[in-house]
């Protein structure tokens, strides 16, 4: 029989964004509200879905001060699940052990919490067939040193193999470390994990996969970028795995090169336009957006000093498309190369450009240096001779690169 399940971790339901609420208390409110809305849009798209059961990480909560409001949250989705039959399996992680773990104690019809100390089995069954049986076990307390893995194995019964599990997949630590080969060496078909915040398949047949976040916290790398859930179809072994965003509010980094952009004013519209193409290319969400102006070029000393970049955020800020925040302005940029001055010095970069130009004003000494190439040059630029176009270009960038290399060693 073939069927769908659902499967996410780490929800930190109601958790305040890091770093955003100092910047902006309205923007800081509606991104907190966003990882309930992402619950919200998870238990829709498991009931859209028509999946036969939903499987939790870990992580619902953030730590031990589990607000009233993201507990109500959480019950109210499961409520909504269970009026339609939709079995939810839960484990819990180093944010949300069992000690302490929940101020209700009742749970509605077919949710399944894991309990700590030994694994434990769960059939799976809709219409009389057992679809799968998931073996979990929680975590008890905050840090779990042992290796939980070993004990979880294969149930016997039929059906699709499932481990659930909280663990770092780490050697050694406190979040139930363990290796890849302990994985693989359980029979599971599928195993359902949690804890890292980026949706990654670390393996197929059997199936070893994190679904990442629900939604992202902050702007750390492993919190950029599409966040949601996994849909996975299968019948004795899995079929297919479809992952599903279902973040409320996106956090990216967009870069802007600087290079050829003579004011101000020509700056501004750049980052417009990248501003409309990110919110075509993730129309929809609130994003949060820190802005990187990279390279070389004459703005670098209008931007270098905090106050000429703080004007410039606000004013991004206060022009802005609706539902995009600009978080931060960062400044990765340079001052353009002085090529006469260099050229005038008495070391190595005065003799490269001297080259450079000598290259550039004999094109047939510029061809006969490319068939004179080695492979590597060769393998960069292509086997097929390039017009002199392009080797001009490449030289040029050889050049510049080179003098970027030579200032930053300086």
């Known amino acids: 029989m073939r069927f769908r399940f659902g499967r996410a971790a780490a929800l930190h339901l109601d958790t305040p964004f890091s770093g955003l609420a100092r910047t902006d208390p309205q923007v800081a409110e509606q991104l907190r509200d966003a990882s309930l809305g992402a619950w919200d849009d998870l238990v829709a798209c498991t009931i859209a879905e028509d999946a036969s059961f939903l499987l939790l990480a870990g992580d619902i909560y953030d730590g031990p001060e589990r ?8 019950l109210r989705g499961l409520e909504r699940l269970s009026e339609r039959g939709i079995p939810v399996l839960i484990v819990h992680g180093n944010h949300d052990p069992l000690q302490g773990w929940s101020a209700i104690s009742r749970w509605p019809a077919g ?4 309990p700590s100390g030994a694994p434990t089995a769960v059939p799976v069954e809709r219409a009389g067939i057992r ?3 998931v073996v979990g076990q929680s975590y008890g307390r905050r840090q779990e040193p042992n290796n ?9 019964g039929g059906g699709l193999a499932v481990g659930l599990l909280h663990t770092a997949l780490e050697p050694q630590g406190n979040y139930a470390p363990c290796s890849q080969a302990d994985l693989l060496a359980s029979g599971m078909d599928y195993w359902a994990l949690g804890h890292t915040h980026s949706a990654v398949v670390l393996h197929q047949h059997p199936h070893i996969v994190y679904p990442g976040a629900l939604q992202g916290r902050s702007m750390a790398p492993g919190e950029q970028g599409p966040k949601g859930a996994y849909v996975v179809e299968a019948e004795t072994e899995v079929l297919d795995l479809r992952f599903v965003a279902l973040d409320r509010a996106r956090l990216l980094v967009a870069p802007v090169p600087i290079e050829g952009l003579e004011d101000l004013g020509a700056l501004h519209r750049t980052v417009r ?7 075509r290319q993730h129309g929809g969400r609130m994003l949060v ?3 990187e102006l990279v390279g070389r070029g004459p703005l670098h000393a209008i931007l270098e000093p905090p106050e000429a970049r703080s004007e410039l955020l606000r004013d991004l800020r206060d022009g802005a498309s609706p539902g995009i925040w600009w978080e931060s302005l960062q400044l990765h940029t340079a001052a353009p190369i002085d090529r006469a001055a260099r050229a005038a010095a008495q070391d190595f970069g005065a003799e490269l450009i001297a080259e450079t130009e000598r290259l550039l004003a004999d094109p047939a000494l510029l061809v006969q240096l490319w068939e004179e190439a080695a492979g590597d040059a060769r393998t960069l630029l292509g086997s097929t001779p390039p017009t002199r176009e392009v080797l001009r270009q490449a030289l ?14 300086a």
């Open 131 to 133: 679809l799968a049986t």
């Open 273 to 279: 336009t990248a501003e409309e193409l990110l919110v």
């Open 111 to 114: 949710v399944t919490v894991f």
């Open 148 to 156: 939980l893995a070993q004990d979880l194995h294969r149930a016997s």
């Open 396 to 409: 040029l960038d050889a050049d510049s690169l080179c003098l970027e290399r030579l200032d930053s060693e």
């Open 67 to 74: 607000g009233v409001r993201a507990q109500l949250r959480f």
């Open 289 to 291: 957006v820190r802005l």
